[in-house]
């Protein structure tokens, strides 16, 4: 398959998972970003900066190298401020070829909290295993591209972290498997809200 093909196929898998994740409630605003790794390639593509998740089209996605250069951004966008902790994820874990960092309501209040996400369910506990919470650095800055690093080397098998005061991170073998997991996290965090109301 040629390369131009296989770019297109996955530009498009990246706008309709980003589109999802908007009208899924995954996140508001321009907030939000969602990458995923070329098969057999040191590239991943990366949705742009300051642009809603609802309203991104496959050409606006940038191929970027795993140092961050762009290799390809057809429309002039940069990609994402959160690109470096994309590619800390990548370099660390060759079984992540996909990434969504969101901001769902229920998950991100529990990482205000500084603490691990309550895995209520039987289901949260098989598939989740554990999600930890890493500490709040500035968006787009190198102590949080070091500390998701520094998370993902303590736990090698993780799916999701909670980051402090900003959101979360979901790890998947492909597109899906990261917009699954994220959505996941939020019911998880969803179930754990509603079970501490009910146990007072």
Same mark, same amino acid.
Request: charged share 20%; hydrophobic share 40%; aromatic share 6%.
């Given at each position: 398959?040629?390369?131009?093909?296989?770019?297109?196929?996955?530009?498009?898998?990246?706008?309709?998972?980003?589109?999802?994740?908007?009208?899924?409630?995954?996140?508001?605003? /321009? @907030?939000?970003? +969602?990458? &995923?790794?070329?098969?057999?390639?040191?590239?991943? =593509?990366?949705?742009?900066?300051? *642009?809603?998740?609802?309203?991104?089209?496959?050409?606006?996605?940038?191929?970027?190298?795993?140092?961050?250069?762009?290799?390809?951004?057809?429309?002039?966008?940069?990609?994402?401020?959160?690109?470096?902790?994309?590619?800390?994820?990548?370099?660390?874990?060759?079984?992540?070829?996909?990434?969504?960092?969101?901001?769902?309501?229920?998950?991100?209040?529990?990482?205000? /909290? @500084?603490?691990? +996400?309550? &895995?209520?369910?039987?289901?949260?506990?098989?598939? =989740?295993?554990?999600?930890?919470? *890493?500490?709040?650095?500035?968006?787009?800055?190198?102590?949080?591209?070091?500390?998701?690093?520094?998370?993902?080397?303590?736990?090698?098998?993780?799916?999701?972290?909670?980051?402090?005061?900003?959101?979360?991170?979901?790890?998947?073998?492909?597109?899906?498997?990261?917009?699954?997991?994220?959505?996941?996290?939020?019911?998880?965090?969803?179930?754990?809200?509603?079970?501490? @109301?009910?146990?007072?």
């Amino acid at each position: 398959m040629k390369r131009e093909t296989i770019l297109s196929y996955y530009r498009e898998e990246l706008s309709r998972y980003s589109r999802i994740a908007f009208e899924r409630g995954l996140v508001g605003g /321009t @907030g939000g970003n +969602l990458s &995923l790794r070329i098969p057999d390639t040191d590239t991943v =593509l990366i949705t742009p900066t300051g *642009i809603s998740l609802g309203e991104i089209e496959p050409a606006m996605n940038v191929l970027v190298d795993l140092e961050g250069n762009i290799v390809e951004s057809p429309l002039g966008y940069k990609g994402s401020k959160e690109t470096t902790f994309h590619l800390s994820a990548y370099r660390l874990r060759q079984d992540v070829l996909a990434i969504a960092h969101l901001h769902p309501p229920y998950a991100t209040a529990y990482s205000c /909290t @500084g603490n691990p +996400l309550p &895995l209520a369910t039987v289901s949260a506990r098989v598939i =989740l295993k554990s999600v930890p919470c *890493i500490p709040c650095f500035n968006p787009g800055s190198k102590e949080l591209a070091d500390s998701v690093a520094t998370a993902l080397k303590a736990e090698p098998g993780v799916k999701a972290l909670l980051m402090q005061d900003h959101g979360i991170l979901a790890l998947g073998a492909d597109m899906n498997g990261a917009f699954h997991t994220a959505d996941l996290v939020e019911h998880t965090a969803q179930v754990a809200y509603i079970l501490k @109301g009910i146990q007072g």
